[in-house]
Nanobody, 125 residues
Framework: QVQLVESGGGSVQAGGSLKLSCAASRYTASNACMGWFRQAPGKAREGVATIESDGSTSYADFVKGRFIISKDNAKNTLFLQMHSLKPEDTAMYYC???????????????????WGQGTQVTVSS
């Protein structure tokens, strides 16, 4: 069983930055696909960024150039650095782990076995 705990959410003005963290309870970051997803009220959950076990990253078009996904394998922690935040980035952000893959991470939420409880990000204009 893997537990994922997010932190770092909060309220920020448009143009600001936040850094989210996701601590995993066991040796996960170097052995699985990990990703950040988000869900705004009344909208479907959507993928934001993924990172493979070798560190290769992928981003949704709407965050490219603004968000950076990274991880610290030694601390078993996943990060999402968010810059140039926009009001439309307001959502609950979730980290997730897909232990069935180390590469070719998908954007499909049901492929991810484990999820954190989420951390709220609110961006005001």
């Amino acid at each position: 069983q893997v537990q994922l705990v997010e932190s770092g959410g909060g309220s920020v003005q448009a143009g600001g930055s936040l850094k989210l963290s996701c601590a995993a309870s066991r040796y996960t970051a170097s052995n699985a696909c990990m990703g950040w997803f988000r869900q705004a009220p009344g909208k479907a959950r959507e993928g934001v960024a993924t990172i493979e076990s070798d560190g290769s990253t992928s981003y949704a078009d709407f965050v490219k150039g603004r968000f950076i996904i990274s991880k610290d394998n030694a601390k078993n922690t996943l990060f999402l650095q968010m810059h140039s935040l926009k009001p439309e980035d307001t959502a609950m952000y979730y980290c997730a782990a897909d232990l069935s893959r180390q590469a070719l991470c998908t954007w499909v939420s049901y492929d991810y076995n484990y999820w954190g409880q989420g951390t709220q990000v609110t961006v005001s204009s």
